[in-house]
């Protein structure tokens, strides 16, 4: 017999439990912004990978400039210009400097770079190899030598650079880039579809007749799942017919990694979507979660296939896809931090006594002016509410048997995005 009224992290490590491991892929560095790394990357060159100039001036021997002022300037003899790109021909000895431009190696004999501006040759009088042999003035120098760009500074040679998991970001790429990662490998993007089921519903493009609605969830939970990495296609609406549920599931399973389903999931007479996972021969692993919104939730599997039967309610579905879908499609790409651990934040307003069921508020976090996380719930919390999920980046978590909390009191929260920057009324 399958777990009923489990708590949300029972609920989300059932979920974790049952995630089959991540294939990986290989795609070109230009598509892979917002993928998942596969691989750890190791460095296998210091970086820079030769010792370079980070400015455009002069390279010198800080032995021969270390007492030069604008009072006592010291002399120097321009052996050659080194360009980015070139190596340096010359090796630096007694009374000798190279012009020198930022990202040059450093030729032999240099420990100092002395910026143009310094010198008596600024960069806009154009001096270049016609200048060789001409005489440099240095007029200030660095407090000691040794202000050039190491063997290694940036990155040393062995290191672990990027571990597997992490998710490509542009300074991930950066970073694959140096190191000639003109190819990486990735997690394969799960496959998944979304079916809404309820004879209520219209499609997007319909006008709703009277008693009906339009079909919400399914292209939200699509949006949801895209933007956490998966190929996403959204099903047909489904009639509340289990011969036409099953048929459509079965379908769908042949050819997606995970199915997710809104509606039906209760205990109403057309509620019929759990018998209908159960006829297909998927194991039922868990009905109803002990929270609001979001209880009926029901999760079976199909060989190593999820499928995931959210509620109707359209703020139940939304959340539960933040809490638990989010989960499993991070959690299939290979990452890592498809757990959301909840931060303590002070309640800004009193919340009315609890239910028998542990509840997610709906709520702003916002960081205050003392610069500390602040909660506010939104004043509509029933699960059929939509519109101002638009405005919640949090969820307050109440407990099932605590008694009224306060304004003041600290509540977990867990953040769905970033707190905002600007204070509620505290
Ligand atoms: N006797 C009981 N009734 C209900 C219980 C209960 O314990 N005993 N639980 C309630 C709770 S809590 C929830 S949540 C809902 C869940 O119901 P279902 O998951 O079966 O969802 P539906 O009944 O199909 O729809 C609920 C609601 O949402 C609207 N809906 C459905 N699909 C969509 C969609 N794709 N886009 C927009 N809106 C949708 C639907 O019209 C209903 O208004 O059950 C309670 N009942
Ligand atoms: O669990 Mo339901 O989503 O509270 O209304």
């Given at each position: 017999m399958y777990k009923q009224y489990i708590s949300v992290d029972e609920a989300l490590q059932e979920i974790i439990n049952h995630t089959p491991r991540a294939n990986t892929e290989i795609v070109p560095l230009d598509q892979a912004?917002?993928?998942?790394?596969?691989?750890?990357?190791?460095?296998d060159t210091p970086v820079p990978s030769f010792a370079k100039s980070p400015l455009d001036g002069f390279a010198v021997r800080f032995e021969d400039v270390k007492t030069a002022t604008k009072e006592n300037p010291v002399a120097l003899t321009v052996v050659e210009e080194i360009p980015a790109g070139h190596l340096p021909k010359v090796t630096l000895t007694l009374g000798q400097a190279a012009r020198i431009m930022t990202g040059a190696p450093l030729p032999?004999?240099?420990?100092?770079?002395?910026?143009?501006?310094?010198?008596?040759?600024?960069?806009?009088?154009?001096?270049?190899?016609?200048?060789?042999?001409?005489k440099v003035t240095i007029f200030n120098v660095p407090k000691s030598a040794g202000n050039y760009a190491e063997i290694g500074e940036d990155i040393n040679k062995g290191d672990v650079i990027l571990n597997a998991g992490c998710v490509i970001e542009p300074a991930v790429i950066a970073v694959l880039?140096?190191?000639?990662?003109?190819?990486?490998?990735?997690?394969?993007?799960?496959?998944a579809i979304v079916f809404a089921s309820g004879d209520e519903l219209v499609n997007v493009d319909d006008d709703p007749?009277?008693?009906?609605?339009?079909?919400?969830?399914s292209p939200s939970i699509a949006a949801q799942l895209q933007l956490w990495g998966a190929n996403v296609d959204v099903g047909k609406i489904v009639q509340d017919q289990e011969e036409i549920i099953a048929a459509t599931l079965i379908h769908a399973l042949q050819r997606y990694q995970l199915v997710v389903t809104t509606g039906g999931v209760s205990v109403g007479d057309y509620d019929v979507m759990k018998d209908v996972f159960q006829k297909i021969g998927a194991e039922i692993i868990f009905w109803r979660?002990?929270?609001?919104?979001?209880?009926?939730?029901?999760?079976?599997?199909?060989d190593d296939k999820l499928i995931i039967g959210l509620s109707g309610n359209p703020s139940a579905a939304y959340i539960s896809c933040e809490l638990f879908v989010r989960a499993y499609v991070y959690k299939m790409q290979g990452r890592f931090d498809f757990w959301r651990e909840p931060v303590t934040a002070t309640l800004v307003e009193d919340v009315g006594k609890a239910v028998n069921q542990d509840r997610y508020l709906r709520a702003v976090a916002n960081i205050n002016q003392a610069g500390n996380l602040v909660v506010k719930p939104l004043a509509k919390q029933k699960s059929g509410i939509l519109g101002n999920m638009i405005d919640a980046n949090a969820l307050v978590y109440v407990p099932a048997d605590d008694n009224k909390?306060?304004?003041?009191?600290?509540?977990?929260?867990?953040?769905?995005?970033?707190?905002?920057?600007?204070?509620?009324?505290d």
């Open positions: 912004v917002g993928r998942v790394l596969a691989r750890d990357v190791v460095a032999e004999g240099a420990d100092t770079i002395i910026k143009f501006e310094d010198t008596s040759l600024v960069m806009s009088e154009k001096q270049h190899y016609e200048a060789c042999g001409d880039a140096t190191f000639g990662y003109a190819h990486v490998a990735v997690y394969t993007r799960p496959s007749m009277p008693g009906k609605i339009r079909n919400s969830n979660v002990n929270m609001r919104p979001g209880t009926p939730m029901v999760v079976a599997k199909w909390i306060y304004k003041g009191d600290q509540v977990k929260v867990i953040l769905l995005k970033a707190p905002k920057g600007e204070s509620v009324n």
